[in-house]
């Protein structure tokens, strides 16, 4: 399986500040994706990190607010920027391999995500 | 609208005793992934079915994908309470990379 780590793990921020929150993974992948789970619920994808280009982001979510990078095929940002007490979530960084040995199908894998607490 | 319907949301048993979670959807997925996440960690991949009728079995886990691949069970014998977590059943749509997950049923197995 991939190992995927994340830094910070958590956080407590004031309201109008920003927060990057990185995530590395120890293999290569090949989708990173970048996720947001509020207290008691679902997670909900924010973007698709892309290696190189503009990250692809989901109805909702704007890249003022969650810009991302991913400079290379094992690392990505997510900056939370002009945080609000509702940007209180946990943020989880995922990643897809490519049919891992003997399956069928890609496997995404989570990292242990990053809790941020606005105040 | 959610895609893919999760029941029950919440699970409360007693040790030893069995469990059924079930995944449903109107829409067909390629692959069906079950998760078990718990407080403080990030989702944990149990499994992935990706043919109708497929049953796969981790221990005392049994995993079913639908004829139809339209939905899924998770059934648990015997329950213990390191069962105990949030488990979240996401599927992938033909042609998507994007994995679409349920609400999540939260499962607390009490000794």
């Known amino acids: 399986s991939a190992v995927i780590s994340q830094k910070p793990s958590r956080d407590i921020c004031q309201r109008g500040t920003s927060l990057t929150i990185q995530c590395q993974v120890d293999?290569?992948?090949?989708?990173m994706f970048w996720y947001r789970q509020q207290p008691g619920q679902s997670l909900t994808l924010i973007a698709t990190?892309?290696?190189?280009?503009?990250?692809?982001?989901e109805s909702g979510f704007v890249i003022d607010k969650f810009p991302i990078s991913r400079p290379n095929l094992t690392f990505s940002t997510l900056t939370v920027s002009n945080m609000s007490p509702e940007d209180s979530s946990i943020y989880l960084c995922s990643a897809k391999r490519y049919r891992d040995r003997g399956t069928r199908t890609d496997t995404q894998y989570f990292g242990p995500g990053t809790r941020l607490t606005v105040l | 609208t959610q895609l893919l319907e999760q029941s029950p949301q919440f699970l409360s048993i007693q040790e030893g005793e069995n469990l059924t979670v079930y995944c449903n959807s109107s829409s067909v997925f390629s692959s069906l992934q079950w998760y078990r996440q718990e407080p403080g960690e990030g989702p944990v991949l149990l499994v992935t079915?990706?043919?109708?009728?497929e049953v796969k079995k981790l221990k005392r886990l049994t995993f079913q994908f639908g004829d139809a691949r339209k939905d899924s069970s998770l059934h648990i014998t015997a329950a213990q309470p390191g069962d105990t977590g949030l488990y979240l059943c996401?599927?992938?749509?033909?042609?998507?990379?994007?994995?679409?997950f349920g609400k999540g049923t939260k499962l607390t197995v009490n000794p």
């Open positions: 990190a892309n290696q190189g280009s503009e990250a692809t982001y």
């Open positions: 079915v990706v043919t109708g009728g």
């Open positions: 996401a599927g992938i749509q033909g042609g998507s990379e994007k994995l679409v």
């Open positions: 293999s290569q992948v090949t989708m």
